[in-house]
């Protein structure tokens, strides 16, 4: 459990403060994201979290400040970027191995060297131990600099954008490992820039700009006021097939030249109308449009996180303030907030009518992965909760202290390498 | 302890303490080989034995073996710096503190045993390349030897080094009058150029700005300290002098500040007095109490 209390960090007279007045909860169990853009403070709210900065404001990390901490390695992990930037971050000197780099924090940290080739076997490391860092690429040392954030196994890990620049495959990684420590037991707490990825990795997310806390909230409330799934649909005769969705209850409004951008309906369905009304179709796809972040200018909230399950603060969800009245400009560019009722911009007309019958998605909260918003199959909503067991089921990335007896070289689920990239 | 094992295995892990050992040594093995080889001929004198053995050379501020010992240290700390291991090993001032003294702990002794590696490379060296003319006089001549040595060889029963097989020739290179404690000196000076390196580089935070410091260092101390001498009017002392016969930093000071050349002549009681140990020390105890000073300032290592 992490109690972060008042968190400033003012950087000279007149400038804007880095971070300001950052209070929330990581509670254990659950996994908390910062998201925030580039200069958000998110880095800088994680230094002055483990006093790596001066700065005002407490952190207790069960109870004791970081400097307190009678064994920090032992109770809290911490992956900050290594030197160089971004996907070039070093994990450590680049002449040294992995092993040996390894080996040399375990000292510090007091543990066997057994322990250090448990993990290079538990961040699929294993085969590349002898070789020099220098020969590494980025998922690589991210993995290798999780390793030793994990050496005197802790129960809480601190990650500064622990997936910036990576692979797909390593931030598919990366996410499972992070979800199954939080399921643990374990308190997680990362930054991260995109909201997709808090979505998909989250249990809480923090939003930050410019240093201020901006929205807290649990990942279904964030999901369903920060993103929206829709379909992207392009071809020639838009315009006819714009008419078709809104007679079937869809909101769409015009995106580019030739293209729609649907919302409140399925792929599937789309593709289906299409097909039997004979209506050419060069793009269909599914994609998540973000909305806007809350703008910091709106009342800073304060109160800790976990109390404000059953009360949606009105600072969080400025969208949702006036709902019966969408904004007058009609901005086709903008992505526009779903509402239950909404309002519907063809393509051409512009036409506002009311959909008749708007789909229950207010119910259908997904908790885990975006890509589980879309309405895959005929029961919409119905895959979340499956996500969350499918992590649960996934020996590969089964935490060493949740399954002491797990053998060391657990199958891998599917054949992946992760040396490949 | 655990720093300790962290530092040792952190020096042992990187390529780049090897290759600089072993430049080092080779550096210092061709240097004396070239100074043996343009001896005069004639007796050997003490001093020069001392300058060949270290491998002075005039333009650089400290022996080859120091300045190697200061450029690990500094090495060590900027790797901290650089490529910082844990952030708990960071945070809280014991654990720096702790990280810093165990850092110099490592780095003496392996200063230590390069200063003495060089040596006896440099033994050998000086030993194959001197030209046919030059005698080394404590060889053939008892009352050249420096007296702990010809104590220790009359309690064995040997009248002189000359009654040794010939293979122990070299041997007389180090047991000239004087030459064993300026040998000792020496060593001194590469463990405590390895501490100044390290401290500078923690002063600095920077591997390259802690050597230029470090190279700074000696000239400074040693014209400074000669200019504070000439105005308070004591003469230098020539026990420092005994015991720096090697540094070339402290004679173009001292041939700048008095002006023309002076022979110097090693004795054998100048390590036994404690002041000039202490002198010796000094800069890097000062250095020490200000980086743990600076320490306590900052936030990270």
Redesign the interface.
């Known amino acids: 459990m992490i109690q972060i209390t008042g968190l400033t960090k003012v950087c000279g007279k007149g400038a804007p403060p880095a971070v300001l007045d950052l209070t929330f909860d990581a509670r254990p169990g659950l996994v908390t994201a910062l998201l925030g853009p580039e200069g958000a403070g998110k880095s800088t709210a994680l230094r002055l979290m483990?006093?790596?900065?001066?700065g005002q404001g407490v952190t207790l990390f069960d109870g004791r400040t970081?400097?307190r901490?009678r064994r920090?390695?032992r109770e809290?992990g911490?992956l900050?970027p290594?030197?160089g930037e971004g996907a070039a971050a070093?994990a450590?000197?680049p002449?040294?191995?992995a092993r040996?780099?390894l080996?040399?924090?375990a000292?510090?940290?007091?543990v066997p060297a057994r322990r250090v080739d448990e993990l290079l076997e538990q961040t699929r490391l294993a085969p590349v131990a002898g070789q020099r860092l220098r020969t590494f690429s980025p998922g690589m040392h991210r993995r290798l600099a999780l390793a030793?954030?994990l050496?005197g196994d802790p129960g809480t890990l601190l990650l500064d954008a622990p997936t910036e620049g990576l692979s797909p495959r390593n931030v598919e990684w990366f996410h499972s490992f992070l979800r199954s420590f939080a399921v643990a037991g374990g308190t997680v707490l990362v930054t991260t820039r995109t909201p997709q990825e808090a979505a998909q990795l989250a249990d809480r997310v923090i939003t930050l700009d410019r240093g201020r806390p901006v929205a807290d909230q649990p990942v279904a409330e964030f999901c369903r006021t920060r993103l929206s799934p829709e379909v992207a649909v392009r071809g020639p005769q838009m315009a006819r097939l714009a008419d078709l969705l809104v007679s079937q209850g869809a909101e769409v409004r015009r995106d580019g030249g030739a293209g729609l951008a649907v919302a409140g309906i399925g792929r599937t369905e789309i593709g289906e109308l299409a097909y039997r009304h004979g209506i050419l179709l060069h793009e269909l796809a599914d994609r998540v449009v973000e909305q806007p972040a809350p703008k910091a200018a709106l009342p800073v909230s304060s109160g800790r996180s976990g109390h404000i399950h059953a009360q949606p603060k009105p600072a969080a969800e400025p969208a949702e303030a006036e709902p019966a009245a969408p904004k007058p400009q009609d901005d086709a560019t903008l992505p526009i907030q779903a509402l239950p009722v909404a309002s519907v911009a063809t393509a051409l007309s512009a036409l506002a009518v009311v959909a008749p019958e708007p789909r229950a998605r207010e119910d259908t909260a997904p908790t885990v992965a975006v890509d589980r918003l879309f309405w895959d199959g005929p029961s919409p909503g119905s895959g979340d909760r499956e996500a969350a067991t499918d992590l649960l089921l996934d020996d590969t990335v089964r935490l060493r202290r949740l399954t002491p007896k797990a053998a060391p070289a657990a199958a891998p689920a599917t054949p992946d390498d992760h040396r490949s990239e | 302890m655990?720093?300790l094992?962290?530092e040792l295995?952190?020096l042992r892990?990187?390529?780049?303490t090897w290759l600089l050992l072993a430049a080092v040594l080779l550096c210092d093995a061709a240097v004396a080989a070239v100074l043996a080889s343009q001896a005069p001929a004639g007796p050997l004198p003490g001093p020069a034995e001392v300058r060949l053995l270290t491998a002075a050379v005039p333009l650089l501020p400290l022996p080859f073996a120091a300045l190697g010992a200061g450029v690990l240290g500094a090495l060590s700390y900027g790797?901290e710096v650089?490529?910082?291991?844990?952030?708990?090993?960071?945070?809280?001032y014991t654990r720096r503190v702790r990280l810093l003294l165990g850092k110099l702990l490592v780095i003496g002794p392996v200063a230590g045993l390069l200063a003495l590696a060089t040596l006896l490379l440099d033994t050998l060296a000086v030993h194959l390349a001197l030209p046919a003319g030059v005698s080394v006089a404590a060889w053939a001549d008892p009352s050249a030897l420096s007296g702990r040595v010809s104590e220790a060889l009359t309690s064995a029963g040997l009248s002189g080094l000359a009654d040794l097989p010939g293979a122990f020739a070299p041997v007389a290179l180090v047991a000239g009058h004087g030459v064993p404690a300026a040998l000792v000196a020496f060593v001194l000076l590469t463990v405590v150029a390895g501490w100044t390196g390290v401290l500078t580089a923690s002063l600095t935070r920077g591997a390259a700005a802690g050597v230029l410091l470090l190279c700074a260092l000696p000239p400074l101390l040693e014209s400074g300290v000669a200019l504070l001498l000439r105005q308070t009017g004591t003469p230098w002392p020539a026990r420092a002098a005994e015991l720096l016969p090697f540094q070339s930093g402290v004679e173009w000071a001292y041939g700048w500040v008095y002006g023309g050349d002076r022979g110097a002549a090693p004795g054998g009681a100048a390590l036994t007095d404690p002041a000039l140990l202490a002198a010796m020390a000094a800069p890097a105890a000062a250095l020490l109490l200000v980086a743990l000073l600076v320490q306590a300032r900052r936030?990270?290592l």
């Open positions: 483990l006093e790596l900065e001066r970081y400097r901490l920090p390695e809290v911490v900050l290594g030197p070093m450590g000197h002449g040294r191995k040996s780099h080996r040399m924090l000292a510090v940290v007091g030793a954030a050496l | 655990r720093v094992a962290y295995r952190r892990g990187l390529r780049s790797h650089r490529h910082p291991g844990l952030p708990a090993s960071q945070v809280s936030r990270e």
